[in-house]
């Protein structure tokens, strides 16, 4: 079973049909997967009840089942249930969705006589364990992404664990300029000003912050001009400088673990993933070192340059990747009877 997308009408059940999803898994498979366009009832159960053993079925998408006042998102009772009546054992390998308490990871598991983790969500659990709580040092945090708001609970956890913090993104600017710089057209998030002041005066020790920025009068992809300190009003900063790559390379060296998690820039422009790449070769040559990435852009920037293989783990889920980070407990994972 597995979801796709969010399904809110009849159009969306056509656009996230799993039909092409499991004509895919067949030729991953090598072997036909049955597949049943249905999420319950008897067309279900009797394919269920005939399956040969070691053959495979994929049933519909279960987000189909929020058609019927969101039965699968808000985890009904009755659903759940239903889809463990149809199970013997349960293994859930869905770490994208395991900060989400839905029918069909939480509802399941708490219903059926058996449940495990897939080996996908072992090795995400027992990697981001080892970052948050028994990390070897020195241990470095690069955090970037737009919006400090999204990441202050991130902050929050890793700044006391880390022995370094270094921040980039847009949201590095809600901190610059919380320290009296002027930031120009940059991203600011004003409510959050208090929060910077207050968070880098406790930990000056530890936070690490931009000496130079790549700078547009648009936001587009143009050659950028390079500032350094204040900014001008008509400049928006759209990654770091190259002082600022330096400054973070060395801040690297030496490292024993390191969690990455955001992007330094606007990497959906050439001109503004540039610092962002750096970040990623630079902790690619770290020796001896545990190194994560998560985040949709960081990620894909590790792929771009074809170094997956360079870290040792590339995590598949942000959202469920971020809660843990901040120390929460996943209701997908904490669901499952046998977790070793």
């Given at each position: 079973?597995s ?31 049955t ?25 519909q ?15 009904s009772?009755?659903?759940g ?103 120009g ?11 910077a ?19 547009s ?13 204040d ?54 040559k ?46 997908g ?8």
């Amino acid at each position: 079973m597995s979801h796709l997308g969010r399904v809110k009408s009849e159009e969306d059940k056509a656009k996230y049909n799993l039909e092409l999803v499991a004509k895919e898994l067949s030729k991953l498979l090598g072997k036909e997967v049955t597949f049943v366009n249905a999420t319950r009832g008897k067309e279900l159960e009797d394919a269920i009840a005939k399956l040969p053993h070691g053959e495979v079925l994929l049933m519909q998408n279960t987000r189909y089942e929020d058609l019927n006042d969101k039965a699968e998102s808000k985890n009904s009772p009755e659903l759940g249930k239903y889809w463990a009546s149809l199970c013997d054992v349960f293994v859930n390998d869905a770490f994208g969705t395991a900060h989400r308490a839905h029918a069909s990871n939480v509802g399941v598991a708490s219903n059926v006589k058996e449940s495990c983790l897939g080996y996908l969500m072992e090795k995400e659990v027992s990697s981001l364990e080892k970052a948050v709580n028994s990390p070897a040092h020195p241990y470095v945090a690069l955090i970037g992404g737009a919006k400090v708001s999204d990441k202050i609970e991130v902050l929050e956890n890793l700044v006391k664990i880390a022995d370094k913090m270094l921040i980039g993104g847009g949201m590095a600017y809600t901190f610059k300029k919380a320290l009296g710089q002027s930031i120009g057209h940059s991203l600011l998030e004003a409510d959050k000003l208090d929060f910077a002041k207050e968070f880098l005066a406790k930990y000056s020790d530890k936070v690490v912050l931009p000496i130079d920025n790549a700078c547009s009068l648009e936001f587009s992809d143009v050659e950028p001009t390079f500032f350094e300190g204040d900014i001008p009003d008509n400049f928006d900063c759209l990654d770091i400088g190259p002082k600022t790559m330096k400054l973070f390379e060395d801040a690297l060296v030496g490292a024993k673990t390191v969690v990455w998690n955001g992007p330094m820039g606007v990497t959906e422009f050439k001109h503004y993933k540039q610092g962002t790449l750096a970040m990623c070769k630079a902790i690619s040559k770290l020796e001896n070192c545990f190194s994560i990435v998560g985040g949709g852009d960081s990620v894909a920037a590790v792929e771009d340059l074809k170094m997956e293989d360079k870290f040792s783990h590339v995590s598949t889920g942000g959202g469920a990747s971020l809660e843990f980070l901040q120390g929460l407990k996943l209701p997908g994972f904490e669901a499952i009877q046998e977790k070793n």
